[in-house]
């Protein structure tokens, strides 16, 4: 299974990317894991943050490979547990589905986004700041694999 990891934002601290690529590599290759990292439109105290909105979720969309099952984070969505996260990462291993997760910038995802989405997910009802989600989702994979395959990690 690929799992693509779309985000709004770049030029993230070392301590974000360093804590990134501690849990992707830890992944085997069954369940690979790549960033693609969408630039953030400008923002100024004038600037239109709805159609800046617009503009990454474009954006976004045009990154999400052909054929991926699309999930949206966003404070709306449902929310799992680890052990949910982890049978739901087996069935789609199982049944082939590659993986698109959506990352929007601080207005969050566009309503196009959320469209194209096939379901919607909530870390936390906590707002957390865009480049430690990141590093949470990357985690959380890892941390629902080692579930899959009874590594001790998850004790």
Request: net charge positive; hydrophobic share 40%.
């Amino acid at each position: 299974m690929k799992i693509t990891l779309i985000a709004v934002g770049t030029k993230m601290p070392s301590w974000v990317t360093d804590a990134y690529q501690i849990y992707i590599t830890r992944l085997p290759p069954e369940f690979s894991m790549r960033l693609i990292e969408i630039p953030a439109q400008k923002r100024t105290p004038k600037s239109d943050t709805q159609r800046l909105t617009i503009q990454e979720g474009e954006r976004v969309c045009a990154a999400i490979p052909s054929g991926d099952h699309v999930i949206a984070l966003t404070e709306h969505g449902k929310m799992w547990d680890t052990q949910k996260l982890a049978t739901q990462l087996k069935a789609w291993h199982h049944t082939n589905h590659h993986l698109s997760l959506l990352v929007g910038g601080p207005e969050g995802l566009s309503q196009m986004c959320l469209d194209k989405a096939h379901f919607q997910w909530s870390l936390s009802p906590l707002t957390w700041p865009h480049p430690f989600v990141r590093v949470m989702l990357a985690e959380q994979i890892y941390r629902a694999w080692t579930i899959m395959t009874h590594h001790p990690y998850h004790r």
